[in-house]
């Protein structure tokens, strides 16, 4: 008499998991007190996870203060990630933050890092790459008034800033990708803008990791 062939057993598919995601690296453009700059970070999925994970978007954050107490003075919002590298072994992931850095105060130490979000493969959402930064937040760029523009103009021409006073919104927290015992407090803009003529000094680098870049300014070399 036949028999009747085993059921088959179905396995389970494996969990995703939300640390399948790291940091691989982070690039920047020059570095100038009141100038336009891009920090470029990388991200990575290796082996088996290349098929369950993806990196989604990365934040970008610039602090003021890198060792222990810091406060946060610039962020871009969600920036969408776009494979820049391919394999079985291993996807790469590129996210780019073009922004312009504030006037920053000579001594002064400062911190700029990425942050991963990392999603399951199929549920991924696409982000626009772009998006304009104010100091504080992250809005979708509007339209410049004929205000705007002149001001652009003199900051291309003579190195002039366009400065928003900023006042402390927030308790200070900690934040995942900034480091062992740095603390964080978000500041605001108020909205006043005011136009002020600063010398432009390079920024001296003195520490880069894979997600993060402290620096200092200062008139080196002088």
């Not at 062939?5 to 570095?31: H, Q």
């Not at 060792?67 to 776009?82: D, F, K, L, Q, V």
């Not at 909205?191 to 880069?208: A, F, H, R, T």
Request: proline share 9%.
């Amino acid at each position: 008499m036949p028999t009747n062939p085993p059921s088959p057993t179905l396995t389970p598919t494996p969990s995703f998991n939300p640390a399948a995601c790291k940091c691989d690296g982070i690039e920047y453009t020059a570095l100038f007190s009141g100038q336009s700059t891009t920090i470029t970070s990388y991200g990575k999925v290796e082996g088996a996870d290349t098929s369950k994970a993806i990196v989604r978007n990365q934040s970008f954050f610039l602090a003021e203060g890198a060792e222990t107490i810091a406060r946060i003075i610039g962020r871009s919002g969600p920036i969408g990630s776009m494979v820049v590298s391919s394999t079985p072994e291993k996807v790469r992931y590129q996210s780019k933050w073009t922004f312009t850095l504030p006037q920053l105060k000579t001594g002064a130490t400062y911190r700029i890092w990425s942050q991963i979000n990392c999603q399951p493969k199929l549920q991924a959402i696409n982000y626009s790459p772009t998006r304009k930064t104010v100091f504080g937040t992250s809005i979708p760029a509007q339209p410049k008034s004929f205000i705007d523009r002149m001001i652009e103009f003199l900051n291309n021409l003579f190195g002039v800033r366009e400065a928003a006073t900023t006042t402390s919104t927030a308790t200070p927290t900690s934040e995942p990708g900034t480091g062992t015992g740095i603390i964080l407090e978000e500041l605001a803009p108020t909205g006043k803008k005011s136009l002020q003529l600063e010398p432009i000094y390079p920024l001296e680098v003195y520490q880069k990791t894979c997600s993060f870049i402290k620096f200092r300014s200062g008139q080196f070399g002088q």
